[in-house]
DNA sequence: AATAAATGTAATAATATTTGTTACATTTAA
DNA sequence: TTAAATGTAACAAATATTATTACATTTATT
């Protein structure tokens, strides 16, 4: 993960977390983050899919939070983007004739979703509420 | 991190723990992990930086393990290679007039920083020794 | 009905990161 | 002297990430 993707989500929850009964339009989000607003709507759709957010097309539309702020963990926010894992990739030698070559990828994986389960466990009790409250 | 290099290094030392007493080469570590020797020697450098390996030049030349392998965690080669946090990075919105854009990268900068000390947390206990002998 | 303002999304471009390759100077044992 | 190794710079290729453009669609307002 070398990419902004969790910054930008938690930055898009934290914006409709504190503003209740708005609908904030992708422009108006997309000028807090200071990143282009296509961008945004992409990642709102991803909150959409699992049901965070709600979304209005159309003039005075826009996006608002449909979940409580303590029923998403900084986990739940994590897994939303994660696309690699914490330790990175692994090389592709299992078809070397070397003994280690040909066995590590197996104990790599072992590791890195123990390692993996590590960053898990210590946002998993972490709320997005918890996040939101420093703003105040 | 999405990149191979904590891969590649705990792969090297493996190598070089498994065969002590030898020297070695570049091209023959390449062939074992297929990548690139000079890959290897640019990963060779950092380890020898840290004084874990010992490398002869010339003929008959090589690379060999410096230190015992009970006495590298592999919290040591994560932080040797790790260039990014584990959540990403933050996006540049310092200078927008929202509070939360203003304010966000300082909150995040101290769960990004929580996050990682998680996965030293992690790792600090496992040796180099306990991963190589997965290997007998 | 017309208009304005919003989302959705495909296609493409621009950047940045990561990995691979070539080339060659240098070192050292035989 | 030669062969075989490291060290490293420079460059190329491949991936990944982010930004942008364009436009169809939706919907409240007038």
Redesign the interface.
């Known amino acids: 993960?070398?990419?902004?993707?969790?910054?930008?989500l938690?930055?898009i929850l934290?914006?409709l977390a504190?503003n209740k009964g708005q609908w904030l339009s992708s422009d108006w989000i997309a000028?807090?983050?200071?990143?282009n607003p296509v961008i945004v709507r992409k990642e709102l759709s991803v909150l959409q899919e699992r049901g965070w957010v709600i979304t209005k097309k159309g003039k005075e539309g826009g996006s608002a939070l449909n979940i409580s702020e303590e029923d998403i963990s900084?986990a739940d926010i994590?897994k939303a983007?994660k696309?690699?894992n914490?330790?990175?990739?692994?090389?592709?030698?299992g078809?070397?004739a070397?003994?280690?070559?040909k066995?590590?990828n197996a104990?790599?994986d072992r590791?890195f979703s123990?390692?993996d389960e590590?960053?898990y466990?210590?946002?998993i009790h972490r709320s997005l509420k918890s996040?939101v409250e420093?703003?105040d």
């Not at 993960?1 to 930008?8: D, E, K, P, Q």
């Open positions: 993960m070398s990419n902004t993707r969790f910054a930008t938690i930055h934290t914006l504190r000028g807090s983050i200071d990143i900084l994590y983007v696309n690699s914490v330790l990175g990739r692994k090389n592709q030698c078809g070397t070397c003994p280690v070559g066995d590590i104990k790599l590791l123990e390692t590590a960053v466990s210590a946002l996040f420093q703003f």
